[in-house]
């Protein structure tokens, strides 16, 4: 059995988490990631039948019946990642149709997933259910995007064009847009089931007063896309309160789609 702390996947999620520190994204306990692997991948590195506890989910995803996901810790701090993994991180197998999950490795004091486990997993079945090669879900508190959410419309199609509108590569990078929730109890089966909900027709989800979620096949696919809408976000912010001169048309983004071979998500432009 090689050791797992040379696994691929275990270096790109501290990778992942120091570097989403680094960005401000994750004060405190703030954020919180899960990365789908495959069986194989998971038995190079761990004994898959030696399961150390059994831990409770509170919610159904037989969707997942079977599968592994590395995951973050409740109360964890993403800067400390990288100092003691095996605290921080846990590796759980998914089994009885998502009610209860077998830990593999880690959270070595004790702990257990994120509060948010809920969102984690039902967005993952959703959003497998559209894409097969989906691999992560990814939560933060980027200050931009939280800012806007205080002084722009919470319509979906408002808060997209807004950002398209922020960088010409924004419409490439998200062109199925950022889906909206208005503000909801954190860390409850209700807000996983409205976040999956909204998760079937875009890979961004933003949490109003609260943060953001985005899907992808890689951690850094989710991290890029969350960094495109902050960045759109954070232009947004520098000159919401000055008057507009120019602005990036509905005509010039659909030169983008054709050069870049992207559909904007329909109805979105004119
Ligand atoms: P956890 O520490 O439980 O992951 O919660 C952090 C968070 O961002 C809640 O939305
Ligand atoms: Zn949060």
New binding site residues.
Partial sequence: MKDILTAPFLTEMIRTTTNMYNHGWDERN???ISLLLTENEVSEYCDVNKVLRVIPTGFKTPELDGKYFLVTGTGKYFKNVQYNPDINLGLVKIIDEGENAELLWGFSDGGKFTS?FPTHMMSHAARLAVNPDNKVIM???PNNILAMTYVHSLDEKEFTRTLWQMCTECIIVFPDGVNVLKWML?GTNEIGIATAEKMKTARLVV?AQ??LYGAGADLDEAFGLIETAEKAAEIYMKIAHLPLINTITDEQMHLLEVRFNVKAREGYLK
């Fill in positions: 703030g954020g919180n948010e939560h933060c508190h954190c949490w609260h943060g």
